[in-house]
């Protein structure tokens, strides 16, 4: 098992507030772990620590064992807000490309890696469109094929889906499972008890403020899922259920 994230000891404080306390946590290479946990939990906080978007105020995160202090270039983050994080003045094609500047590739090569990856998330169709033509969940597509493309050690997502409706957050849902089946390490935080447990291979619960860790559940259920039949399975109610009652707890 090679260990891409760790997370020890870490605590962070705004002003008076502790949002964070005592928070460990170990993650493999492709693995796919699902945070959640009451809101204003502490999830969001803790996912910018990773990304590197805030400094901790206490204990030490690495990726792939080295110590991050700032944004590290081996990492991509999808968040909630798609309207916000796609430039309206570019190509979807052109949006997807952007990032793979920082790899220091031709305008040829970005331009053939972002077209390559649009078509793999069913999106080949709309590459020469604007984002504001697309539909919210076709936007939040391209914030995922974005990231892909960039290929990221570590994808980190935070409440990706929380601003489509049922239909495509479930097929988004797929396409994280289809993204993790291809090798990638992500790191999902939501506040949908179900999809934690649909998409992961664990499940950390963090407690009501300040967060901590008070679960860390292995899903035990088939690594090929569907949205029917894996939802009916008395694994899957069960778990849903443990997972809720912590979170309520
Ligand atoms: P979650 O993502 O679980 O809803 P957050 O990490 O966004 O939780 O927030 C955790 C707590 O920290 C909340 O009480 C929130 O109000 C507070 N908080 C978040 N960001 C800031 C900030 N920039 N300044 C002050 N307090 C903050």
Redesign the pocket.
């Known amino acids: 098992m090679n260990l891409l994230l760790e997370i020890e000891k870490v605590g962070h404080y705004?002003?008076d507030?502790t949002?964070l306390e005592d928070v460990n946590l170990e993650i493999a290479q492709g693995e796919l772990v699902s945070i959640v946990?009451?809101?204003?939990?502490?999830?969001?906080?803790?996912l910018?620590c990773i990304a590197g978007l805030i400094k901790p105020s206490q204990g030490r995160i690495a990726l792939n064992g080295v110590q991050i202090n700032d944004v590290p270039d081996n990492l991509a983050v999808v968040f909630q807000d798609y309207s916000r994080s796609l430039l309206p003045w570019l190509t979807v094609r052109d949006n997807v490309a952007l990032p793979l500047r920082r790899r220091g590739r031709s305008k040829a090569e970005r331009q053939a890696t972002a077209l390559r990856v649009l078509e793999a998330v069913g999106l080949g169709g709309a590459a020469q469109k604007y984002p504001w033509q697309l539909s919210g969940g076709m936007q939040q597509r391209v914030s995922i094929a974005r990231a892909l493309a960039y290929r990221p050690a570590l994808l980190l997502m935070d409440e990706p889906f929380g601003s489509v409706d049922a239909q495509t957050r479930e097929d988004l849902e797929d396409l994280v499972l289809q993204v993790r089946n291809e090798g990638m390490t992500i790191l999902l935080?939501t506040?949908d008890i179900d999809e934690s447990v649909y998409v992961g291979d664990r499940v950390v619960v963090?407690s009501r403020?300040p967060?901590r860790i008070v679960a860390d559940l292995a899903v035990g259920l088939p690594s090929k899922r569907d949205q029917i039949t894996t939802r009916e399975l008395p694994e899957f109610v069960h778990m849903r259920a443990e997972v809720g009652r912590l979170v309520r707890a």
């Not at 009451?38 to 999830?43: A, I, T």
């Open positions: 705004y002003a507030h949002a946990g009451p809101s204003g939990c502490g999830k969001s906080t803790l910018r935080v506040h963090l403020a967060g």
